[in-house]
């Protein structure tokens, strides 16, 4: 099946923006794709002669600026030969476009305003209260309409039979967001998500307040008058989840789901299958604990039962961990059959992470000990771009960020953030696209890759500032905001050619567009026959490996992990540029 069968129309673009907009402030630019270099019928090119552009206001239809093209650049991995139009004198807010060849070929309109990306935020926020299981849902900003789904997750099986409980034993493990386009709930990228959006407000608390995204959800009365910002009701939400899939000796289950898929356009209602509490891992326990040691840090000042509860969780997971020094993980009957299977058999860099925050919160000497004894490889290990199964720099952040850290350690750690970032920026400042994503990572959930290598050049520039490493981080931000080799926004709702066709269950049954979900984004790999198809019948260069249509799980689904690095990469450049 190919995107022509599902008559879909690829986004005419050859010169490319951010779609939502730039702040005033900082470096804008527009890609202009002068030339293609085997691409074939996926690019729209302009005249490679030209070397000027203009830009035009939309309301006055004013000429704003002009300029030079830069030389072409060779973006082989878009394969095409682009100009950049550098316009970052334009900083008077409103709306504009890009306009080359005397007008014949110009970009969607696009804001400035210091508060462009406030919009994507609140999106992005209450994303997670649609994406709620076992609530109401009665939005009148989406139109979402349904009730409750897999209320039978307050009387989940279990699966096998360990020191607690039986095989078959009913435990509530209600709750909790679904993780991406299934209805499963897993806890490896759980703990992610949650560790990201609480170092987000750690780091921009100013970024984020109460009663700002008009949640579809109630939110309980204490929350409110303690002035809980929305984004802490949404990740309290998740953990108070993931709080019952831990066990009474500290360790955490895996994850929560049926033994079967339902189909594409099954609502969450309608999906009544029986659902199963499997596995256990020590992997999934440590960023458990280290998500709560955060939790602990974050919501003291707004509910100090609940952040006493918390660091007393994270407490029980890590004396788990130090009983059971060997890295586990528990792989049930059926397991993987109606779900994702998000299997790591390492912990290292978890443990790290976990006794990090732990000593970040606490400065107690137990969890220093564990950091500079059985865990100091990963002191000595390079900052890498935060995913599901490699927390290494949350890790790594948490230490050299701790009261209680030591100065040496703490410093190299510096050291390795900034080295990082300047590698970053460089090979940022080498793309055509400026893109932070090498050849080999246009894979699965590369637009996820982008961002999160965007918040490591955001926590590079607390330790060293350096316009550099914002003006890189904002070219991710741009990036998946519409200014890609492919014209489309890999945000849902945002901009003038976001995904429209994602693989999403609770989009499909219901029909309605849910904003702020990052979609995986490129993949050269083709890990779905729909993609893979597509790849064959177009010979799509890498970066251009995308289609938006429902088929491609592994090209336009979104995944709570996916969009939770979007928040410290709007939320501290929109504060402090």
């Not at 552009?53 to 239809?61: A, Q």
């Not at 850290?405 to 090979?427: E, N, Y």
Request: charged letters at 25%.
């Amino acid at each position: 099946m190919s995107e022509r069968e599902l008559d879909i129309e690829r986004p005419e673009t050859p010169v490319r923006v951010n779609q939502v907009g730039y702040l005033p402030a900082a470096r804008k630019r527009a890609v202009v794709a002068v030339e293609d270099a085997g691409a074939g019928a996926l690019s729209a090119t302009v005249d490679g002669d030209v070397t000027s552009f203009t830009v035009r206001s939309t309301d006055s239809d004013d000429v704003v600026a002009t300029g030079e093209l830069s030389e072409p650049i060779d973006d082989e991995d878009a394969g095409e030969i682009v100009r950049q139009a550098d316009f970052t004198d334009v900083t008077e807010p409103g709306e504009y476009v890009v306009e080359v060849g005397d007008g014949a070929a110009r970009s969607v309109p696009f804001r400035v305003a210091p508060d462009v990306y406030a919009g994507t935020l609140v999106d992005a926020t209450r994303l997670y209260s649609l994406k709620r299981s076992n609530t109401r849902i009665d939005d009148p900003v989406t139109g979402l309409d349904v009730d409750p789904g897999h209320t039978q997750d307050e009387r989940a099986a279990m699966r096998a039979r360990d020191e607690f409980h039986d095989a078959g034993e009913s435990a509530d493990v209600g709750g909790g967001w679904y993780d991406a386009g299934d209805y499963g709930k897993y806890v490896p990228p759980a703990t992610l998500t949650v560790g990201q959006q609480l170092l987000a407000y750690e780091l921009v608390p100013e970024a984020f307040e109460a009663e700002e995204c008009d949640l579809p959800v109630d939110v309980p009365e204490a929350d409110r008058e303690a002035g809980l910002p929305d984004l802490l009701v949404e990740a309290k939400f998740e953990l108070e989840w993931l709080e019952r899939m831990q066990r009474p000796d500290g360790a955490v289950y895996h994850k929560v789901a049926g033994d079967t898929w339902p189909s594409i356009d099954t609502l969450p209602t309608e999906d009544t299958q029986q659902r199963y509490v499997y596995g256990l891992s020590t992997f999934g326990t440590a960023t458990y604990a280290a998500a709560m040691a955060m939790a602990a840090r974050v919501y003291a000042p707004f509910d100090a039962t609940f952040a006493d509860r918390a660091l007393d969780n994270a407490r029980d997971a890590f004396s788990y961990l130090a009983a059971n020094p060997e890295p586990t993980f528990r792989f049930d009957d059926g397991q993987d059959d109606g779900s994702g299977p998000y299997r790591k058999d390492d912990d290292l860099s978890e443990r790290f992470w976990a006794a990090a925050e732990l000593l970040k919160t606490t400065g107690e000497d137990r969890y220093a000990e564990a950091l500079h004894g059985p865990l100091a490889d990963v002191f000595d290990k390079p900052v890498r771009a935060p995913v599901w199964n490699d927390a290494t720099a949350l890790g790594q952040w948490a230490y050299r960020s701790a009261a209680a850290a030591d100065t040496d350690r703490a410093a190299t750690l510096d050291a390795a953030f900034v080295d990082r970032a300047d590698a970053i920026a460089a090979a940022v400042e080498a793309d055509g696209h400026r893109v932070a994503l090498d050849t080999d990572d246009y894979h699965w959930a590369s637009a996820k890759l982008a961002l999160a290598r965007a918040d490591v050049l955001l926590l590079a520039n607390e330790i060293e500032p350096d316009e550099r490493y914002v003006e890189a981080a904002l070219d991710q931000v741009h990036y998946v905001l519409g200014r890609t080799p492919t014209g489309y926004s890999y945000v849902t709702g945002q901009g003038t050619h976001p995904p429209r066709n994602p693989h999403d269950r609770l989009v499909e049954s219901t029909g309605v567009e849910i904003p702020g979900m990052v979609v995986s984004g490129a993949n050269a790999n083709g890990d779905d026959d729909f993609l893979a198809g597509f790849i064959a019948e177009t010979d799509a260069p890498p970066a251009k490996a995308y289609v938006d249509a429902v088929p491609s799980y592994s090209a336009n689904e979104w995944a709570i992990d996916y969009t939770a690095p979007l928040f410290l990469a709007l939320a501290a450049p929109s504060v402090r540029t």
